[in-house]
Structure formats: structure tokens, C-alpha cells
């Protein structure tokens, strides 16, 4: 991705992120789960930039919305949170070996184990610092990617089991993911959610003193109680963007969409009737009508798979009090609008995605756009495009 921007203030464009939309989307998932699970704990997960919201603002907002946990995927973003400052626990997931394990147990980061590699090195680093650390085991329940199947999951239990006895390690939590939590009447979600029962009851039996038992990402939380047990993890959610756009928009959930993308017209000009529009001329001009220019493109993060082809609209854009769409191809640095006799002027404010219920195009929209889902839209957002704060 692109460096942030320098001079923030003279980008033609910005992600306007709405902090309160945050913590209030934390509080109400809180208490949507509290409501069965009185004791349920939410952690906010903030890898990825915050799905693009910016790492340390989100969190803290998250924190204030009462999430009790963090989770990253990556140490590097674990420590990122630390060395800002942010409190509250921190559990991060994915490493490779050679994962700086002393750093995160020292600076009192909850560490995941998935193979049995990443079992010896927490230990090692738990003996090098003399500094207990706080495992979860990722449990492999179905769906096929990271953490290790009932048949192994021996192999890491084991050596944490030891250590466990020696005082090195506490194994702190049993988790896994769901490979069909956005579709909730899936034969898989049952049967993960047992072969997850079975895991825990393995985990207890053998001596484990579990303080976090957690399956549910957000589609989890909103549709599946169920899968709530200690502790829920919701990541786009936290953002105010459904994760079962099929099942309901952010409204059905009370979620606020926290993030508004907006860019400033650059060029308004007059075209002729058939003047081919942008690369390839995937857009022919229908009558003598004006353009609107917009500075933004694919090196900001704009899918170009949201393109207009063969004259059929591309991607939505807010502009001029109408709902319009992306004329012909999205260019690296700059989409092109055909705004007709709409009484817009350079320097107007386009509003590509925000908060639907404001009469903006949503993030789901854009998804719909461009083939893929609202997550990729917020994440991809370059760093070149600043982030302005609401508080
Ligand atoms: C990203 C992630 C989440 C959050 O998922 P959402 O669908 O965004 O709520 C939860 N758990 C794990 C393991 C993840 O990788």
C-alpha cells in the first residue's frame, strides 16, 4: 500500500471515521450478548488497520464501547497497540517462525498457538524471560485453515501441558473460527460448535484452567447465540457493516457504519453526445452532457473491478443530491462521473460510501460493485488517503 499522505489537509480525498459509530457498536453487541451470556466478554479485533479505520483510534474506541480484549493477527500490530499505550488485554494470532515471542510476552500480549512449532517457542521464550505467557490453542473445528484438528491438537497440548506444570505457560484459552458463520443454518456451524465441546472438554480434562473459551466472529455474534460461550470477537461489525448483508443491513443489527469515504470534484467539463469516457471507452456519452472528475482511483484503494463497462454503471457515487455511479474505467489516480445538467462545481464534496441511512451509498453497496465483499472495501483503502477523527 502507499505511504500516508503527507499533506493530509491538501489530499482531494479522506475516510471520515466516526469514533462514537465505533464504541457504539461495541456497547451494542456487549449487550446483545450479555442479554443471554451475562458474564460474555467482547473482544474488538483490530487487525488490518482496523479494516482500514486506523489501528489505535478504533481500539481505544472499542475499548470505550466496553470491549474488554483486543485481537490482531499480526505481532506486529499487537505491539503497535502496546507501544501507543492502549490498555485492556491483547491477543494476537498469525506468525511465522522467528515471531518475536520474548517481545509479546513482555509486553503482556495473550499469544495464540496453532502448530506445534509455535508451542516450543513460546515456551523458549517463556523460560528466556522469565515472563509466564498466556496461550490460547487454536483448534482447527472444520474450516480447514489455520490451528491444529482434534487428531493433532496432542501435539501442542502436550509440551503446554508440561510447561503449564513448570510454571511457564498458563493456557488461558481454546478458540476457533467458523467457516460458514455467515450462513447460520449451515450443518457445519453445529457440527464446529461440537467438535468445539469436544476440544474444551479434552483441554479440561487434561488440566487445563480455561479463562476464555471463544468461537463467534461477528456474523457469530449477530445471528448465533449459541456460540457466544466467554468471550465473542467481531471485527467488521465493530465497524457498523453487516456481515450477513443477505440476512440484514447495519440498521437490523444497530450497527453505525463508522467509516464515510469522500473525494473532492477536481474537473467539471462538457463532453458531446458519443465521446468514448476514460481508458478503453467502456462508456459512450448518451447526449451533450458535463463530467465530473473525481480524484480518486485504484492506487486509493478503489476496486477497479467497481469499473462501468460496456455502459453499464460502475461503483456509486453521492454527488450533486443524486445518486450517480462511476462512468467507464476506475484509473489509477482519478474515476470519472457523467453528472449531466446537475449544478455541480470543482471543489464539491463526492461522497462514495458512508453511513446508507444518511442517503449515501454503504460500503455493502460497493461490494455489490465490484464482486467482493464490504470487508475488502474498507481494508483496501490506501494509507495515502487520510483519516479524519470525529470524537
Ligand atoms: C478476522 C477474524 C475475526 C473477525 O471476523 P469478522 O468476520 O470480521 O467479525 C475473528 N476471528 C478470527 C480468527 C479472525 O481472523
Redesign the pocket.
Given at each position: 500500500m502507499s505511504q500516508p499522505s503527507q499533506f493530509p489537509a491538501l489530499y482531494p480525498a479522506r475516510a471520515i471515521i466516526d469514533l462514537p459509530a465505533i464504541s457504539h457498536n461495541v456497547a451494542s453487541m456487549t449487550s446483545r450478548v450479555r442479554s443471554h451470556h451475562p458474564q460474555a466478554q467482547v473482544m474488538a479485533?483490530v487487525?488490518a488497520n482496523a479494516y482500514g479505520h486506523g489501528l489505535v483510534p478504533s481500539a481505544r474506541a472499542a475499548l470505550q464501547g466496553g470491549a474488554t480484549w483486543l485481537?490482531v493477527?499480526q505481532a506486529s500490530e499487537a505491539l503497535a497497540l502496546r507501544s501507543a499505550g492502549v490498555p485492556g488485554r491483547i491477543l494476537t494470532?498469525l506468525y511465522a517462525p522467528g515471531v518475536p515471542f520474548a517481545e509479546l510476552l513482555a509486553a503482556d500480549i495473550d499469544v495464540s498457538v496453532a502448530a506445534p512449532w509455535a508451542a516450543h517457542q513460546v515456551i523458549a521464550a517463556a523460560r528466556d524471560t522469565g515472563v509466564q505467557a498466556r496461550v490460547h490453542v487454536k483448534v482447527d473445528t472444520g474450516l480447514g485453515r489455520n490451528g491444529a484438528t482434534l487428531d493433532h491438537v496432542g501435539e501442542i497440548l502436550d509440551p503446554l501441558l508440561d510447561a503449564q506444570r513448570a510454571g511457564l505457560v498458563s493456557i488461558t484459552g481454546v478458540w476457533s473460527?467458523f467457516a460458514f458463520a455467515d450462513e447460520p443454518d449451515h450443518p457445519t456451524v453445529v457440527a464446529q460448535a461440537h467438535v468445539f465441546d469436544q476440544a474444551i472438554a479434552l483441554f479440561e480434562r487434561e488440566g487445563a484452567h480455561l479463562e476464555v473459551r471463544h468461537l463467534a466472529?461477528?456474523?457469530a455474534t449477530l445471528t448465533n447465540p449459541a456460540a457466544t460461550y466467554d468471550l465473542v470477537?467481531?471485527?467488521?461489525?465493530v465497524y457498523g457493516l453487516s456481515?450477513v448483508p443477505h440476512l440484514g443491513g447495519p440498521q437490523d443489527f444497530d450497527l453505525r457504519p463508522a467509516m464515510t469515504l469522500e473525494a473532492d470534484v477536481a474537473t467539471v467539463k462538457d463532453l458531446p453526445a458519443g465521446h468514448g469516457v476514460s481508458y478503453a471507452h467502456h462508456y459512450l456519452t448518451q447526449r451533450d452532457t458535463r463530467l465530473a472528475v473525481l480524484p480518486v482511483g485504484y492506487a486509493d484503494g478503489i476496486p477497479r473491478h467497481a469499473s462501468g463497462a460496456h455502459n453499464e454503471p460502475g461503483g456509486p457515487i453521492a454527488l450533486g443530491g443524486k445518486r450517480l455511479a462511476i462512468a467507464g474505467r476506475v484509473c489509477m489516480d482519478q474515476v470519472v462521473v457523467d453528472i449531466g445538467d446537475l449544478p455541480v462545481v470543482e471543489g464539491d464534496r463526492a461522497v462514495l460510501f458512508g453511513d446508507p441511512s444518511a442517503g449515501v451509498p454503504g460500503a455493502q453497496d460497493w461490494a455489490d460493485a465490484a464482486g467482493t465483499i464490504s470487508?475488502e472495501i474498507t481494508t483496501r483503502l490506501a494509507d495515502r488517503v487520510p483519516r479524519i477523527y470525529l470524537t
Open positions: 479485533v487487525k485481537g493477527a494470532w473460527h466472529n461477528s456474523a470477537r467481531p471485527g467488521l461489525a456481515p470487508y
